[in-house]
Every structure is written in C-alpha cells, then in structure tokens.
C-alpha cells in the first residue's frame, strides 16, 4: 500500500527555487496548506530591487494568496526556512551552513526559477534558465537523501514539432556549448548569431528551455528527475482563491489591456484551439510528479506535459467572447475607454487597425497632453504594447498539439481523496464561471480595484459607451461628409470642365460656319 499524497510529505523537507514567482507562491501555499506535516519548506531567494531575501520573505508572506492560510493555521509558517542565494552566482552564493543543511536534510527539490520574458537576450536567458539549472542539478549531486528533483520547463519548448510528445527531443546544440558560448563571446557577435543560433524556436525563451531539458537528462541516472511542461499558466481556477493572479503576462496582459480599451486589435486564428491551464492545477500535478517520482526511483527520466489537451476544447474566438462579456459586466474603474475592438485572421489587416486604432489614438493623445503641459506616455506604452502583441501573435496565430498521457495518468496513481485535494482533472472545469473569475481576479489583484466599487465602474463604464457610439457616429459622419464633399468637387469640376468643352465646340462650330460662309 502506497502512502496518501500528505503522508508521504510528512517529515519532508523541501526546496522551492523561484518561490516568489506566480507558480511558485501557489506552491508554497499548497505544500503548507495542504501537506501540513512538511518538515520545512526552503526557499532560495537572492536580493531584487533594493529589498533583501529576508525582507522579500516577508512580502511573500504578506501576499493575498496567503491570507486564509494565515487566518487559519497560522503556525505554518514557522516552516518556511530562508536560504540567501541566487541561480545566477558559482555555487548558487550559498553560505557554508546554508549549503551543509541542504546537503543533509533536504529531500525534494521543485525548480521553477526561471526568466520567462519571451525577448531576453540569448546570454541573460541561457545564464538563468540554462546555467542557473546546472548549478542547482551540481548542488542536488551532493545531497544525501534526494528522492525527487522536479524541473518545471514548458510544453512549448519545441515549437517546430506539429505534436509534443512526453519524451525528450534532442538538443538543437548540446547546452554546454551554448553555456560556454556566452560566456566568452562578446556581445555584438553573440547579437549577430542569435538568429541563427534560435533559428528552430521563436525566441530565447522556448530555446534555452529546450536545451536545458537536455541538461537536466544528464543527471537522470545520479537521482531521481522528473520535468514537467505546463502549457500557458494562467490565474487560479479553486486555490489560493478563484481567480489568483499577481503579474499581467501573456493572456492576464491580453484581458487587461482590452479591458481597459488600450488594446483594440489582436493577430489571432479565432478557429485555432487555446491550450491554457489553471496554476493551481499545475501546482498540483508538480506535487503529484514529486511524489510519483519519489515512489518510483526509476533510472530513466519522466516528461509530463501539463496541458488541457484531450480533456477540455476551447477555441480563442471563445476566450474572446466571454472575456469581453465579463468585462463588460465586471468593467475597470479606470480605463482609456470603452472595451472593443476585434481578433484578425489576416496580418496586414491587424496592421491597418493597429495603425488606426493604437497609434494615431496614441500620438493624438499625447499631443493633447503636451499642449496641456502634462507628462506624455501613450506613445511610448502602445509601443511595449504592440512588441508584446508581436511575441504572443506566435502561439495565437498556430494550431497546438500536445500528448498528455503521463500527466492524466497521476489521477490514477492517488485515491480518490487525494484526486479531491490534489486535482488535475479540468473535465469539468466551467469555462464560464473560469473567465469571470478570471476577470475579476485582475480586476482585484493585479489592478488593486476595489470589488466595492463595481457600482462606480459600471456607470463609468455606461458613460465610456456612449461617448464610444457618439465618437464613431461623428467619425462616419465626418468620413460621408469628406466624400460627399471630394464628390461634389469633382462632379463641379467635370461640370465646369464639360461646359468649358460644350462652349469649345460650339466656337469651333461657328468659326467653321463662318469660313463656310
């Protein structure tokens, strides 16, 4: 008889790398919530934007998503054991102490550290995500009671393949080279071959995630490793709360943006199917992978692709749809103006629209500002805007296949309990009820709007309406009265021309009478 989930984690001690992270605090909190015997939870945090790792833990701690844990066990925390240290530095900058304590103690490691800007630059991409993964597989070498390393990669980490599949690929370069590579190329040559050298994926990110796969496979005979792949992560479907998300990348970005009338035109396929999954299912399937793993001490790495592939169907004209619906009923107190604007099938039309409807909207509001001697930022916030919509146009604008056979199998592996506590099953996750969480988690967590002023946002929201109607009625008229008047021009034109002609020839007429005569 296999132990439950939190059984086999009671007395486990537990390292998190990129615990601050989106998917990281979701995991922090399951594992103190839910695994509640955990011996401790260590979490390797460096320095960032002025504030130490202690006083990073203690915003962690702060976050929203810990609010009913700390109301109702508020002990756990005790757990939580701050470890300095950065993927970035030789030995991951670990203290003696540090270093001695993970060596003896720690039994699980969850690696989710991990640059996830699509347009970072091969060197800063393969130094974090490449070289920081190695320096945590050295350090995992030395420990004495390892059962379980999870690498946390990503299903689109080969983006040539028409179907992904749960193995490992081969490497477009071996990693080494790559890591070598960057560290003693200059800047301006490594600029020039990055092209070339991410030719197969659309960015660094999808590259560098991909090779590192192939690094991580290298210690699969040394202690037991598992990867999992989730596809596009986005807010909470039940835990922390529905609809828990603290960052505005990829679709979070696409709902505000919309939502807030900054963003009016998208290059999509509408037909294409949408393959995202809910963080808190992807923390669960994490905890499962650890467990499995651990249970099993098979020599030969596991790849689980966290994917909604085969269990649920969405297209992206869907996604749009009721996001604009919930929007709309659940509006933002501040906006530009009034949610609209429409997916493109065809590059060249987005284009058009991008033109008409984000830049000149854009440098004629900044004109307004300038003249009133105020601070410009439209300009500069529809060209971040625009650079993002180019990076996500690549995963909106293509068909999606992912093999999901080990992931759907861990509901099998558990009892029936823990398929409660730890689930994975999205079969009857309501897309509908998802989408209006999700727009009100962003509502409130990401844009800090009060839930109690729903009120105020749905008159303001009335009133951004019908200067949207008035604003395009007077533009139509505007654009009919520029025709008719460009008509009327022209047609006076041909009629001046055409008497002009008439009395031409009627002069003709009587010169030739006359000479006749």
């Known amino acids: 008889m296999e132990p439950s989930v939190a059984e086999f984690y009671t007395g486990k001690s ?86 001695q304590e993970l060596q003896k103690n720690c039994n699980i490691i969850f690696h989710s550290a991990a640059c996830v800007r699509f347009d970072q630059r091969l060197k800063d991409a393969v130094n974090l995500n490449t070289t920081g993964t190695l320096r945590m597989l050295k350090l995992a070498e030395t420990m004495e009671n390892l059962e379980a390393f999870v690498h946390l990669s990503t299903a689109y980490c080969r983006c040539e393949l028409d179907v992904l599949e749960e193995k490992l690929y081969p490497a477009m370069h071996k990693p080494e080279r790559i890591m070598d590579i960057v560290q003693w190329m200059d800047d301006k040559t490594l600029n020039y071959l990055e092209p070339i050298l991410i030719a197969s994926e659309p960015n660094t990110y999808s590259y560098t995630k991909a090779i590192t796969e192939n690094l991580v496979a290298e210690y699969q005979t040394k202690f037991p490793i598992a990867i999992g792949r989730p596809s596009i992560v986005t807010s909470a479907w039940k835990e922390p709360l529905p609809g828990w998300v603290d960052n505005m990348n990829g679709p979070t970005g696409i709902l505000i943006g919309s939502g807030k009338g900054v963003i009016r035109t998208m290059h999509c396929e509408a037909s294409y199917q949408a393959d995202a999954i809910p963080v808190d299912i992807v923390v669960n399937g994490c905890i499962l992978i650890g467990y499995v793993t651990a249970l099993k001490r098979s020599p030969v790495m596991r790849i689980y692709n966290i994917t909604l592939s085969g269990v649920q169907t969405i297209t992206w004209r869907e996604v749009i749809e009721l996001g604009k619906k919930w929007i709309n009923v659940y509006p933002f107190t501040v906006a530009l103006w009034y949610p609209g604007g429409t997916i493109k099938s065809y590059w060249w039309w987005h284009q058009i629209c991008l033109i008409f409807t984000h830049l000149l909207p854009a440098y004629f509001v900044d004109a307004l500002l300038f003249l009133l001697g105020k601070k410009t930022f439209m300009i500069n916030a529809q060209k971040r805007i625009s650079h993002g919509l180019s990076v996500l146009q690549y995963y909106t604008t293509k068909e999606w296949h992912f093999r999901n056979t080990n992931f759907l199998s861990l509901q099998k592996r558990i009892s029936e309990e823990d398929n409660k506590i730890f689930y994975t099953d999205v079969s009857n996750l309501d897309r509908q009820e998802y989408l209006k969480d999700y ?33 395009k009625i007077l533009f139509v008229g505007l654009f009919l009265w520029f025709l008719y008047s460009r008509f009327s021009a022209i047609a006076s034109f041909i009629g001046s021309t055409d008497d002009a002609f008439r009395s031409w020839l009627e002069g003709k007429a009587s010169t030739s009478a006359a000479i006749e005569l």
């Open 14 to 99: 537990i390292l998190v790398t990129g615990g601050t992270g989106f998917l990281g605090k979701v995991l922090v909190e399951k594992l103190l919530r839910s695994c509640s015997g955990i011996s401790k939870i260590y979490l390797l945090l460096r320095q960032k934007k002025g504030l130490s790792s202690e006083e990073r833990l203690k915003e962690l701690c702060n976050n929203k998503c810990f609010e009913n844990l700390k109301a109702k066990q508020p002990s756990v925390f005790s757990k939580l054991r701050l470890i300095s240290g950065d993927i970035l530095i030789d030995e991951l900058g670990l203290s003696d102490d540090d270093r």
């Open 439 to 471: 727009v009100l988690g962003a509502r409130q967590f990401v844009c800090k709007e009060d839930p109690a002023n729903l009120p105020r946002a749905r008159k303001l929201n009335t009133i951004r309406y019908v200067v949207d109607i008035v604003t």
